[in-house]
T-cell receptor, first 114, second 117 residues
Framework: NAGVTQTPKFQVLKTGQSMTLQCAQDMNHEYMSWYRQDPGMGLRLIHYSVGAGITDQGEVPNGYNVSRSTTEDFPLRLLSAAPSQTSVYFC?????????????FGSGTRLTVV | AQKITQTQPGMFVQEKEAVTLDCTYDTSDQSYGLFWYKQPSSGEMIFLIYQGSYDEQNATEGRYSLNFQKARKSANLVISASQLGDSAMYFCAMREGRKNYGQNFVFGPGTRLSVLP
């Protein structure tokens, strides 16, 4: 199984450009989420989805959009990139259910906005 | 308020010695899960160990064990017989039971462990 696949692995954007980070999972997980990782701050939740057609905001949603048209895919869109969005982005997926269900993470996307 | 606190930004340990990474958490839920993830320099997030709030025994997975003290709301990770490959960032995370709909993980800021030869 591929697990959670994120593309691209690296990206450089100019301020004001838009782009989409792709995330796909093949485990039929209901739950998918996007996190950003910044030094000293751990992982912060941007947006999440509990199923196709259902999305909600996390802790740091400003400047990002998501949609979930299928169970497998959960793209993250940067509307107008800003240097403050320079970060490492992780997509994660998991199953609904008891608290012992952990998350599976993608390998990350390192984004630099100049 | 911080839900997960990891007070050690960086730790050093000699190879073959044991090391404890601290984690305290804050929740009003009765049902919750605690996780530790390892992030090596390559960047991926690797699941290490899980402890449920109702588990009476401390979780163990090979060289990893979780020292769970529920009354103190602490879930420290103990790595026995450290190896050079254990050098990485370690994150403590919590999943709260009442948030089944959102099922959000909350992460601590991490502890960078360096194993010295």
């Amino acid at each position: 199984n591929a697990g959670v696949t994120q593309t691209p692995k690296f990206q450089v954007l100019k301020t004001g450009q838009s782009m989409t980070l792709q995330c796909a999972q093949d485990m039929n997980h209901e739950y998918m989420s996007w996190y950003r990782q910044d030094p000293g701050m751990g992982l912060r939740l941007i947006h999440y989805s509990v199923g196709a057609g259902i999305t909600d905001q996390g802790e740091v949603p400003n400047g990002y959009n998501v949609s979930r048209s299928t169970t497998e895919d959960f793209p993250l869109r940067l509307l107008s990139a800003a240097p403050s969005q320079t970060s490492v982005y992780f997509c994660a997926s998991g199953r609904q259910g008891p608290t012992n269900y952990g998350y599976t993470f993608g390998s990350g996307t390192r984004l630099t906005v100049v | 308020a911080q839900k997960i606190t990891q007070t050690q930004p960086g730790m050093f340990v000699q190879e073959k010695e044991a090391v404890t990474l601290d984690c305290t958490y804050d929740t009003s839920d009765q049902s919750y899960g605690l996780f530790w993830y390892k992030q090596p320099s390559s960047g991926e997030m690797i699941f290490l160990i899980y402890q449920g709030s109702y588990d009476e025994q401390n979780a163990t997975e090979g060289r990893y064990s979780l020292n769970f003290q529920k009354a103190r709301k602490s879930a420290n990770l103990v790595i026995s017989a450290s190896q050079l490959g254990d050098s990485a960032m370690y994150f403590c995370a919590m999943r709260e039971g009442r948030k089944n709909y959102g099922q959000n993980f909350v992460f601590g800021p991490g502890t960078r462990l360096s194993v010295l030869p």
